[in-house]
Nanobody
Framework: QVQLVESGGGLVQPGGSLRLSCTVSINMFSLEYMGWYRRTPGKSARELVA????????NYADSVKGRFTISTDDSENTINLQMSNLKPEDTAVYYCNVLCRRTDYWGQGTQVTVSS
């Protein structure tokens, strides 16, 4: 069983920055895939924001390319999402997702609100 805990969400003005972190309960070398998703207001489905396969290159949604960066810190067991130049349309609940031994795990989500 893998537990994921997101943190770092909050209220930020347009153009501002936030850093989300997802703390993973196991050694990250066991993870095959790591990603951040979001569910925007009024939508039922989560959309991919950024992802990375173990040993692979990051992948980003077109809407966040050049503004968001996904990274991992193996010493801290975290998957991070650095978000810059935030826009009101980035307002959403952000979820961490990992694949471990072909099983999917999700965090509880953290709210990001971009508003003046």
């Amino acid at each position: 069983q893998v537990q994921l805990v997101e943190s770092g969400g909050g209220l930020v003005q347009p153009g501002g920055s936030l850093r989300l972190s997802c703390t993973v309960s196991i050694n990250m070398f066991s993870l095959e895939y790591m990603g951040w998703y979001r569910r925007t207001p009024g939508k039922s489905a989560r959309e991919l924001v950024a992802s990375i396969f173990s040993g692979g290159q990051p992948n980003y949604a077109d809407s966040v390319k050049g503004r968001f960066t996904i990274s991992t810190d193996d010493s801290e067991n975290t998957i991070n999402l650095q978000m810059s130049n935030l826009k009101p349309e980035d307002t959403a609940v952000y979820y961490c997702n990992v694949l471990c031994r072909r099983t999917d795990y999700w965090g509880q989500g953290t709210q990001v609100t971009v508003s003046s």
